[in-house]
């Protein structure tokens, strides 16, 4: 699995001139757009499957994990939420994330929260016996069964920084700061971008590559790319996601929280709150901060009812705990790609045309996302043997 | 049933002083406020359960039946997609429909087109053999099996006028070309519009009075007047639904033909489409034409998205029959209320506050809004009798 390949090299601000290989029509194998962690994680994998494969990462951000999706995930593998036939898939992902996060990986209860008895549930009371905090923040007669599953979270942006890290190691490079078109016929604009004194973000130089493939990796905004750029009409959508802050004290130790589709994930000593998401967002819908009886709120309309609707079963939503904002910008919240347009679909990747690959993590990333980007890795290593 | 009312009055245009009644601060029982089909049905059923009470309709248009739902609702009454329980309210509702539209009220079969075989299908070149124009829409192969559904069609802005005719002729007075705005304690505030020589439309003068009971039945937009006038959060919700045109012939005779959620309605000579609902449309979102692989059209995306899913199943819909439009504007459509947020939701009323109800028709009204409408009547007569 070693590659005798050097380091690849990273081209961080446009004071680096761009000189890609030797070939200056085609110098790289594979090309791909966005080093998220689906885009940094296929990057590592393809150094394993295809060690011959010379591979470009480019990011429009200034770091492998810049991308709102990637930062704001939840970061929790869990098979709560998953059927039976996806576990040995997380399974595998779960090795693959301890080999890469080591002790960034932290085994975590993870509790669903129930109105009626269900399979394997025990009562709520008898289950946080042990963590009196995590009682406190909910009605247990509201929620009076609760299901302890395994867990184990981590950071989303980590993992895509060490994954691309490794793969740099491995000899794969990287451009930052540049913003990648597709084009038909395995071709790429890249634009590098920088920034004026009066902080206007403004292409430098413009660079077009060929290369025999190329991984739209750019997360939520991949499908728009691989119809406007390519013209390949897909059903994948995408869905606004505000993960809202709530100011209720937790531990290292204090267990994630699942309840009518709300997830409370503990983090830097409070909650983060993580909505559910029903459904796709209507092409061309603009983001925006609810009303709740006339009083304007950062949160989004949508996740506003939900929340109000939990505020029974978890009383502290109903509180000044509950970090509400005033306009959509006081909320961290990012687009959340939906493969096949479906909420509860897994990471997947399609082939668009004979160059081009889309790769899509979603609403399962943190479970699943690690298996795709590997499958698809072998399946380009087989391809290219093919050849 | 007969009311000794003597007939009510019409206000249709500022030309005519708005005089209402005797008392000035509270000249009527009830206010309505929109005159769509659920309004209108409301202040007829009002005259038959409670004649004694004074009623006056409101409405912001120049006719009883101006608001797109009511006007571009498919007009389809059939049970095809409800629940049991529901049927007996269907029933009561077609006799009614039959009562008020007589031979406007037109039997027509109703086929759902299914891919597997399910309880009481039969071969789709059977079930259409009698209908050679409607068998030529759809490839068999690909829809094998039909169900033939009991359903009669009318004109929902037709049903809108008769109910209002007939609740003046029994006293309701109708106040057209007016805007209404409810504000807590029982008060209304009347606008009542005009067009100037430069075509704006301006307010000419306002009346504020005061009623026991208000009813808002603006269809999608109440509830949001329910909360930003009243301060009362609901969980309804709204989508916006394009019913496009396909240029295929059809008859009087033609059944509706229903596959995969998508409705095709036979319509002066023609069809008009009616697409599934999936989920509501998130708050804010503005509708707007799609593109689909660069092409812009007037459908929005995700309605562009079924029906090209459904083009091997109906071949006409990938041709030019099918008028996909150049923008927004070139597509019948309107904001449908979804009560409680759900696409398969009943119609529903509700009340808001001392003095308010809601009243909601959405997807089922063509099969269940008198029904409802008849309920809430009921209820008011019952209220204003234990007074």
Redesign the interface.
């Known amino acids: 699995m070693t590659s005798a390949r050097p380091p690849g090299r990273v081209w961080a601000h446009v004071g680096q001139p761009f000189t890609p290989g030797t070939d200056p029509q085609a110098p790289y194998d594979v090309l791909i757009l966005g080093a998220g962690r689906m885009g940094s994680a296929l990057a590592l994998t393809l150094t394993e499957h295809a060690p011959h494969l010379k591979t470009l990462l480019v990011e429009e951000g200034g770091l492998p994990n810049e991308d709102g999706a990637t930062i704001l995930a939840p970061g929790i593998w869990t098979t709560a939420h998953l059927p039976e036939s996806q576990h040995g898939a997380a399974r595998w992902t779960l090795e693959r994330l301890r080999d890469l996060l080591g002790d960034d990986l932290q085994p975590r209860p993870y509790l669903t929260l129930h109105d009626q008895p269900a399979p394997n549930t025990q009562p709520t009371r008898d289950l946080l016996g042990a963590h009196p905090q995590s009682l406190a923040l909910l009605d247990p007669e509201a929620l009076p069964h609760a299901r302890a599953h395994e867990a184990h979270t981590y950071r989303p942006g980590t993992l895509a920084q060490v994954a691309a890290q490794s793969a740099i190691r491995r000899g794969t490079d990287l451009l930052l700061n540049t913003s990648a078109t597709p084009h038909p016929g395995g071709r790429v604009t890249l634009e590098r971008l920088t920034v004026t004194n009066t902080h206007q973000v403004v292409t430098h130089d413009i660079h077009t590559i060929h290369a025999p493939l190329i991984v739209l990796a750019t997360g939520a905004h991949a499908p728009a790319q691989a ?2 750029h390519l ?3 897909t ?1 994948h959508a995408r869905a606004y996601r505000q993960t809202p802050h709530l100011a209720a004290p937790s531990t290292e130790a204090a267990p994630v929280l699942h309840a009518r589709g709300l997830t409370l994930r503990p983090q830097h000593g409070a909650y983060t709150l993580i909505p559910p998401i ?11 901060g ?5 009083v304007p709120t950062g949160l ?3 996740t506003l ?1 939900d929340l ?2 939990l505020m029974d079963a978890l009383p502290p939503l109903a509180t000044s705990d509950l970090h509400l904002g005033r306009s959509l910008a006081d909320i961290p919240g990012a687009w959340l790609a939906l493969p096949g ?1 479906q909420p509860d679909a897994t990471p997947t990747h399609q082939r668009l045309d004979d160059h081009t690959h889309l790769l899509l993590g979603g609403p399962h990333a943190d479970t699943l996302g690690l298996w795709t980007a590997d499958e698809l890795a072998r399946n380009i290593a087989g391809e290219v043997g093919r050849r």
């Open positions: 119809e406007h013209g390949v009409h059903r029903h459904h796709r967002d209507p092409h061309g819908y603009a983001p925006q609810g009303h709740l009886t006339g989004r309309r949508e009812e109000v609707g347009g």
